[in-house]
C-alpha cells in the first residue's frame, strides 16, 4: 500500500467550536477506532468503551441543548462530526446515531421536568440508548406494530416483541412504540424504558453479513411496568414523533454512508497508486483514474446533498423530503462507491486482508435501516407527486 495517507475532508465548519470538535474527532478516530476495527468486526466484539469515551469527550450530544448537557450544536456539525466516526468504524459511527434517535423523542417531546430529570445522563452520564419501533411483523408498515401498553393505575404495562433493535441487549434505555389505543398511527404512544426493567430481555443477536461488532437483537418485552412518568408526549402522539425522529435519523444514516464510502474510496486510490502493472502504477490508467474520479464525484454528491438537508434543519424549515433524498440517495453511493472500491483492487480487494472488502458487506445495511430505500422513494414521491389516490 502507498505510504501517502489520504488528505483529510476539506469541510466548511461555522465555528471555530465546530472546527476544533473535528480536530478531536478525527484524533479519537485515527487513535482509538480505526486501528481495532477490522480485528474487533470479525470477532464480533462490540466495542462498548469506546461509547463511554464518546460520551465523556460530549460527543455522544453534540446536537442537543447545553441545558441538559448537549453540545448545542447545529446538525450541520453533527452529522460531519459522525461522518469521520463512521469512516474509521461503521459500528461506532451508526451507533451513535442511533443513540441521538434514541434521545430524539425525550428531547424534543419530553416536558421540561422530564429532561431536567434524565436527559444529561443519556446524553453525559456514560449511558447508550437503543430505538425500538420495528417489530417481526410491521417494518416498513411500522403503523401496524402490535407491542401494546395498558394502563395499571399510574403505571403501564407494555407486552410485545420489537425486531432489528441496534444495541439490544447491551442498550441501558429503549425508547418503546407501543400500542396503547385502536389501529392505525393515532393509536401509538411513545415510553422510554430503562434497560434493566424486569421483563425486558433480548434474544441472540442477529448473524449478519456486516457489522458483527453491532449487536442488532429481537428485544422481549413481557409485562414490562413503566410509570406514567416516563411516558413521552401526549397519548396517540407517538408515530407522530417516531416520524420525527427518523427524518433526522435518516440523515445520520446518510452521513454514515459518505463515511463509509470516503473510506472505501481512500483505500481504492492509495492501492491504484502503489500497484504496479505494466511497468507503471495503475492509477495512470485512464479506465481506472474515470473510475475512482466518478467515486469521487458520487462521494462529494452525496455529501452536499445531506448537508443542505441539515441547513434546512437548522434553520427550521421543512426537510423530511430531502432528508428521504439523502439517505436514498448516499447509501446507494456508498453501495456503488465499495463495489468499485473491491474492484479497482482485484482479487485483493475480495479478501479480508484489505479493508474495502468489509466496508462492501457493510455498506449494504445502509440501504436498509430506518426505512429501506424503496420506502424513501415513497416518501420522495408523496412528497413530489401528492399522496396515492385509494
Known amino acids: 500500500m502507498s ?59 453534540l446536537p442537543y441543548d447545553s441545558a441538559y448537557g448537549g453540545g448545542d450544536q447545529p446538525y450541520e456539525v453533527y452529522l460531519q462530526m459522525l461522518e469521520e466516526l463512521a469512516a474509521a468504524r461503521l459500528t461506532v459511527g451508526l451507533g451513535v446515531s442511533v443513540h441521538t434517535l434514541s434521545c430524539h423523542a425525550l428531547a424534543h417531546f419530553g416536558t421540561e421536568e422530564q429532561r431536567a430529570a434524565r436527559l444529561p445522563a443519556m446524553l453525559g452520564g456514560g449511558l447508550l440508548g437503543a430505538y425500538c419501533l420495528s417489530e417481526p411483523s410491521s417494518g416498513s408498515d411500522a403503523a401496524a406494530l402490535r407491542t401494546r401498553a395498558e394502563r395499571d393505575g ?50 441472540a443477536p442477529e448473524r449478519k453479513m456486516g457489522m458483527k461488532g453491532s449487536p442488532t437483537a429481537q428485544v422481549h418485552i413481557d409485562g414490562v411496568r413503566v410509570s406514567d412518568a416516563r411516558r413521552i408526549g401526549e397519548e ?51 479506465g481506472l483514474r474515470f473510475l475512482l474520479a466518478d467515486m469521487a464525484t458520487r462521494i462529494a454528491a452525496g455529501r452536499a446533498l445531506y448537508l443542505e438537508a441539515a441547513r434546512l434543519r437548522d434553520a427550521g424549515l421543512p426537510f423530511a423530503r ?6 436514498l440517495s448516499c447509501s446507494d453511493t456508498a453501495m456503488q462507491v465499495t463495489t468499485d472500491a473491491v474492484q479497482v483492487l482485484g482479487g485483493y480487494g ?34 413530489v407527486v401528492g399522496p396515492e389516490s385509494r
Open 3 to 61: 505510504d501517502r495517507a489520504p488528505q483529510p475532508v476539506a469541510r466548511r465548519l461555522p465555528s471555530d467550536e465546530a472546527r476544533d470538535l473535528l480536530v478531536l474527532v478525527r484524533e479519537l478516530a485515527e487513535r482509538e477506532i480505526a486501528p481495532r476495527a477490522a480485528e474487533e468486526e470479525a470477532a464480533g466484539r462490540f466495542p462498548r468503551e469506546l461509547f463511554t469515551l464518546l460520551s465523556g469527550t460530549g460527543l455522544l450530544a
Open 154 to 203: 399510574g403505571d403501564w404495562v407494555l407486552d410485545g416483541t420489537k425486531a432489528w433493535i441496534t444495541h439490544g441487549g447491551v442498550a441501558d434505555f429503549y425508547t418503546v412504540l407501543a400500542r396503547t389505543g385502536g389501529p392505525g398511527p393515532r393509536g401509538i404512544t411513545a415510553f422510554l424504558v430503562p434497560g434493566d426493567a424486569p421483563g425486558l430481555s433480548a434474544a
Open 236 to 286: 396517540g402522539q407517538g408515530f407522530t414523533i417516531a416520524l420525527a425522529a427518523l427524518d433526522s435519523g435518516r440523515l445520520g444514516i446518510a452521513a454514515c454512508a459518505i463515511g463509509v464510502a470516503q473510506a472505501a474510496l481512500d483505500e481504492a486510490v492509495a492501492y491504484a497508486r502503489e500497484r504496479r502493472q505494466f511497468g507503471r502504477p495503475i492509477a495512470d490508467f485512464q
Open 322 to 327: 430531502e432528508a428521504a433524498m439523502a439517505k
Open 350 to 383: 475480495y479478501t479480508a486482508d484489505f479493508p474495502v472488502e468489509r466496508l462492501m458487506r457493510e455498506a449494504k445495511v445502509l440501504q436498509i435501516v430506518e426505512g429501506t430505500n424503496q420506502i424513501q422513494r415513497m416518501v420522495i414521491a408523496r412528497h
